[in-house]
């Protein structure tokens, strides 16, 4: 299971610290992502890293902004979130799946372990 946790309530310019912790699942050649879903709208990809390789990829909406990382020892993967606007405000979900490809990692269809998600709001 993943679970997913750092969500809150900022202000336009700040920052916050999403992680997604794994129990029962030891990441390792796996892609861990994370996507948002604002109100009415699809579920988007924001990042991802590969676990062994700790390659990672970007949305261009977070690139420069959002930082995607990993611990090991902790079996946990985190997004830095910096400069937040209005528009990032979304639940947060991490996603994880060793099928994973370098083509279909922005999709959601591509992973099959799911966490509960987690509220960023993000006020101007």
């Known amino acids: 299971q993943l679970q997913a946790s750092g969500g809150g309530l900022v202000q336009a310019g700040g920052s916050l610290r999403l992680s997604c912790a794994a129990s029962?699942?030891?990441?390792?050649?796996?892609?861990v992502a994370w996507f948002r879903q604002a109100p009415g709208k699809e579920r988007e990809f924001v990042a991802v890293?590969?676990?062994?390789?700790?390659?990672?990829y970007y949305a261009d909406s977070v690139k420069g902004r959002f930082t995607i990382s990993r611990d090991s020892a902790k079996n946990t993967v985190y997004l830095q979130m910096a400069r937040l606007e209005p528009e990032d405000t979304a639940v947060y979900y991490c996603?994880?799946?060793?099928?994973?490809?370098?083509?279909?990692?922005?999709?959601?269809?591509?992973?099959?372990?799911w966490g509960q998600g987690t509220l960023v709001t993000v006020s101007s």
């Open positions: 890293i590969r676990w062994n390789s700790r390659m990672t």
């Open positions: 029962g699942l030891t990441f390792s050649n796996h892609y």
């Open positions: 996603a994880a799946d060793q099928s994973v490809i370098l083509t279909t990692y922005h999709y959601v269809s591509a992973y099959g372990y």
